[in-house]
C-alpha cells in the first residue's frame, strides 16, 4: 500500500535488503539550502552556483561570493554541500561576459572550458569556495569536464587558490572534498583515468543524454528522441558507476533521471547509491527506493543492460516497476 508521501519524509532512506541510499536536494540559490534538510533530504548534492552570476551587470566579487557560499554552508547544519563552480555558456549567459555569439553554443566556450580561459575569474569563485569550507562541509565540483587534461588543470587552479590563501593567512579546510561531473560522453569513456584525482563524480544525465543522442537538451523538435533510457547512454551511466564503486569513489546522479520515479529502481539496480534532484521529487523517490529489494532488482536490470533494443528495454523496465514490493 501506498504510504502518504509526507509520513516518510523523516524515515532514512533504507531499501528492504537494509541498504542506505543517500538522497540529495539540487538548488540554484543559496536561499534554497534554508529547505533542503525539512525536504528530507540529507544535504544539498548539486548547487548550481551560476545562478549568483546570472541576472546581474558585473561579476560578483569574491567576498560577494563567499558571503553566498557560507549562507548555504551554514543553513545545512554540516551536512555535505556539493557546490558546482559556475556552468555558464551555452544556454546560460550572463550580460557582463564577453565572449561573442557561438556557432554551437552547446559545444562551445561552457562550464569548466570558460573557466580556464578565466582563471582570475575562476580562481576568485576558488578561493570564495575554499573560505567558505570553514563555517560547513563545502565539496567543490567541476562541470563539463571532457578528459583527465581538463580536470588536472581544474585541480591546478585549484592548488594555486590553496596556495595563495595560505600565503595571505587566510583559514580553510585543506581536505575538501573535489568531484568532477560526468555528462560528457568522452568523460564516461576515460572515468578510469580520473579516480584517483578525484573523491567523488556526479553524472550530469541532462547533458549526457544531449551529448551521447545528439538531441538538443531544450529543443521540442526533436524532444522525442531525448531518451533517458537509451541503451548507449545507459552503458556510460552503468560504466561510470561500476568504475567509481570499483576504486571506491563515490559516485551520484544529479540530472533529472535522478528524481524521475520510474528511474529509481533501474538506477539502484546499476549500482546507484546516491541520488541529487529538486527537492519536490524527494519522497516519491524515497518511496521507491523504500519499496525496492536489491537482490531482486540486479538480475532484472542486467537484463536490461544487456539488450540495445528500446522496445524490450521499455517493456523489462515496466516488469521491474511492477515487481513485489
Ligand atoms: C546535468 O547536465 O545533468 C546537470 C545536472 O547539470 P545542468 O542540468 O545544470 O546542466
Ligand atoms: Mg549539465
Sequence with gaps: ARRKLSSIRKTDALTQDGTPIELLANIELPQDAANVLESGAVGVGLFRSEFLFLGRDSLPSEDEQFAAYREVAEATNGAPVTVRTMDLGADKNPRWLNHGAAENP???????????????MFRAQLRALLRATVYGKIRILFPMINGLGELKQALAQ?????????????????????????????????????????????????????????????????????????????????????TATKAGVQVSVCGEMAGDERLTRLLLGMGLRRFSMHPANLLAVKQNVLNSHLDI?????????????????????????????
Excluded: W
Design 106 to 120: 552547446a559545444l562551445g566556450l561552457t562550464g569548466v572550458r570558460l573557466c580556464l580561459a578565466e582563471p582570475l
Design 158 to 242: 585549484l592548488e594555486y587558490a590553496k596556495k595563495e590563501l595560505r600565503e595571505e593567512n587566510i583559514p580553510f579546510a585543506d581536505k575538501v572534498e573535489v568531484g568532477a561531473m560526468i555528462e560528457i560522453p568522452s568523460a564516461a569513456l576515460v572515468v578510469g583515468s580520473f579516480v584517483k584525482y578525484v573523491d567523488f563524480l556526479s553524472i550530469g544525465t541532462n547533458d549526457l543524454i544531449q551529448y551521447t543522442l545528439a538531441v538538443d537538451r531544450n529543443d521540442d523538435s526533436v524532444s522525442h528522441l531525448y531518451d533517458p533510457v537509451h541503451p548507449a547512454v545507459l552503458k556510460l551511466i552503468s560504466h561510470t558507476i561500476k
Design 297 to 325: 532488482l540486479a538480475p532484472q536490470v542486467a537484463r536490461i543492460l544487456r539488450s540495445e533494443d528500446p522496445d524490450r528495454i521499455a517493456d523489462l523496465l515496466t516488469q521491474l516497476n511492477a515487481g513485489p514490493d
